[in-house]
């Protein structure tokens, strides 16, 4: 398994972005909430990433900020990749008011992402 993050694996459909809000379950490693749905149609694993404007009034923080998830996922989504664990639709919510430390956002991915196919498996 390479370990890029293609633009097939990104997220960018509305509805499934409101259906993970409306339907989604949750787990939560501070300063990331992972907000994910089973897909059964079939894709593969496709992952967004979120800064509430609210907090981060600057769109180059909230960026910055994304870019940084995007990595902490891309390096530990092999995780994922376990025997009968089927396909999800991910949404990773950064929550805390301050810059995070990339160091603290990585730890939050793996624990996120075993207890993610741990629940799952």
Known sequence: MTLGFPKSENLKSRTAIKQLFDQGKSYTSFPVKLIYIPQSNGTITQ???AVPKRNFKLAVSRNRIKRQM???YRLHKQLLKTNNTPDFALLFLY?????PKYETLEKAFKVLLKKLVKENS
């Open 95 to 99: 929550l805390d008011k301050d810059k």
């Open 47 to 49: 992952a967004t990433f």
């Open 70 to 72: 995007r990595e902490g």
